[in-house]
């Protein structure tokens, strides 16, 4: 789960990924109006990980660096949806 955030080791992630990580669902959600972290670092990182083939659910919301109402919703249903499956 990521929330607002970035990729800062893109690199990295790509070599150590395992056979181990291989199917962990994220869920990935930023603001298009953020002054901390870009929402084109955002972007760049949620297109990062689907090149490396992670399944990413991808939200984004009409907001700055914070989280909102609608956010937890979508990472509530996404948490219920992983875990149903577990």
Request: glycine letters at 4%.
């Given at each position: ?9 893109a690199a990295t ?28 670092r955002g972007v ?11 399944d990413i659910e ?29």
């Open positions: 789960m990521g929330l607002s955030g970035y990729l800062p080791l992630t790509a070599a150590e990924r395992s056979m181990a990580n291989r199917d962990v669902p994220l869920f990935l959600a930023h603001g298009r109006f953020d002054p901390v972290i870009p929402f084109a760049a990182s949620r297109d990062a990980l689907a090149a490396m083939e992670y991808w939200h984004e919301y009409p907001m700055e660096h914070a989280v909102c109402p609608e956010e937890v919703v979508d990472l509530n249903d996404w948490l219920v949806k992983v875990l149903a499956k577990a």
